[in-house]
């Protein structure tokens, strides 16, 4: 989960959105309107709605018993149709929902290859220099437009910086318990602003999110990995205090530091 340095990620943007969004390399990295406006995501919605499961705590866990046994191949050829999918020729919703949907999918592949493990980070996938990393994120897994894609740059060179929309976060899944739900339906251009509104508003809701007990506060850690993404520490306030509930505004009010940061990795299976 590693992110580019400023002046080398807005180079590649530049490179990336000329490959992948049809942006020129001269141009701003901002997302074409397309001239496609949806594309079928019927197979990955099936997929959710039969293999993820939630649960009364919250979390929305995934039975990767199941899928594996009855769900990889519909899920591969899900992939491959992504895969020679345009985006550039798809609007700004259906750009977004296509690379929520294409990092999702590969990452439940990724784990259902390798299952049973306890946690993402057990697998470590080559990176593009062929050592060994921390967890899948750094390997090319994927191929759009013909460039050859790592889930890190899904996130990080192209949802981050093109879209500029922190709820993103919401939806990328790296299929821990520490992660928002993932959702028992695929993204889609006409859902996306209600999907990404109403993750925002369950995570932000749940202990997850943030807490407060004995005095101290405690947050995910996403709100200190990507507090720019956030507009800093006072953006991240204002931004939970956007979606909080009454009880929970309350406590956010006058928030001046979170006193702790934290983030479960173990795999978000079903408990059994």
């Known amino acids: 989960m590693a992110v580019s340095s400023t002046r080398t990620m807005s180079v590649f943007v530049c490179m990336l959105a000329a490959a992948v969004l049809g942006v020129s390399p001269g141009a701003n990295a901002a997302a074409p309107s397309g001239k496609q406006s949806a594309i079928s995501h019927a197979a990955w919605n099936s997929l959710l709605r039969t293999h993820v499961k939630p649960a009364r705590d919250g979390i929305n866990r995934v039975d990767y018993v199941s899928w594996k046994a009855r769900g990889v191949a519909p899920l591969k050829s899900y992939i491959a149709s992504l895969e020679k999918t345009d985006p550039a020729s798809l609007s700004r919703e259906g750009q977004m929902a296509f690379w929520i949907n294409l990092y999702n999918a590969k990452t439940v592949e990724i784990v259902l290859e390798r299952y049973p493990v306890a946690s993402i980070k057990d697998i470590d996938l080559k990176d593009a220099a062929g050592q060994p990393a921390d967890g899948p994120w750094k390997a090319k897994v994927t191929t759009v437009a013909g460039k050859r894609l790592s889930l890190d740059e899904i996130e990080n060179e192209i949802l981050r910086p093109v879209y500029k929309d922190a709820r993103v976060h919401y939806a990328l899944n790296c299929l821990s318990l520490g992660c928002p739900n993932l959702l028992p339906e695929a993204y889609t251009a006409a859902r996306l602003e209600r999907q990404l509104e109403g993750t925002a ?23 200190d990995w990507f507090a720019s993404d956030f507009g800093g520490f006072d953006g991240v306030v204002a931004h939970l205090r956007k979606y909080a509930r009454p009880a929970l505004g309350k406590q956010l009010a006058g928030l001046k530091k979170i006193d702790a940061y934290d983030y479960d990795w173990k795999l978000n299976d079903v408990k059994r």
């Not at 407060?212 to 995910?220: C, E, I, L, N």
């Open 201 to 223: 508003r369950v995570f932000v809701n749940h202990p997850r999110g943030i807490s407060f007990a004995g005095g101290k506060v405690q947050a995910s850690s996403i709100y």
